[in-house]
């Protein structure tokens, strides 16, 4: 059984900052991608930073110059540093990886239980 637990969210103020991470535990043989979407009130699902097990990394126009996102491939965490917030990053973001459980197994998506971020003065 793989899980992905995130943890950072919480309310910061226009401007401000915060520090997403996820880490993935269970069975898990090799990590492929990890990675950040997130879902505003009303609105889908949208992918925000994704990172790959060499380090190729993808952000989302809106995130580029203001998040970061890393990864600690030894701890199976991935973090995704968010500056200079505004109120239009107020969702809640979720956790995404894509692994494989042991060798010779085919890769699944796994998907964290997401963690509220509120910009807001």
């Known amino acids: 059984q793989v899980q992905l637990v995130e943890s950072g969210g919480g309310l910061v103020q226009p401007g401000g900052s915060l520090r997403l991470s996820c880490v993935a535990s269970g069975s898990i043989f090799s990590i492929f991608r990890m990675g950040w979407y997130r879902q505003a009130p009303g609105k889908k699902r949208d992918w925000v930073a994704i990172?790959?097990?060499?380090?190729?990394?993808t952000y989302e126009d809106s995130a580029k110059g203001r998040f970061t996102i890393s990864r600690d491939n030894a701890k199976n965490t991935t973090y995704l540093q968010m500056d200079s917030l505004t109120p239009e990053d107020t969702a809640v973001y979720y956790c995404?990886?894509?692994?494989?459980?042991?060798?010779?197994?085919?890769?699944?998506?796994?998907w964290g239980q997401g963690t509220q971020v509120t910009v807001s003065s």
């Open positions: 995404y990886s894509v692994l494989i459980e042991a060798m010779g197994r085919a890769p699944k998506n796994y």
């Open positions: 990172i790959t097990s060499s380090g190729s990394i």
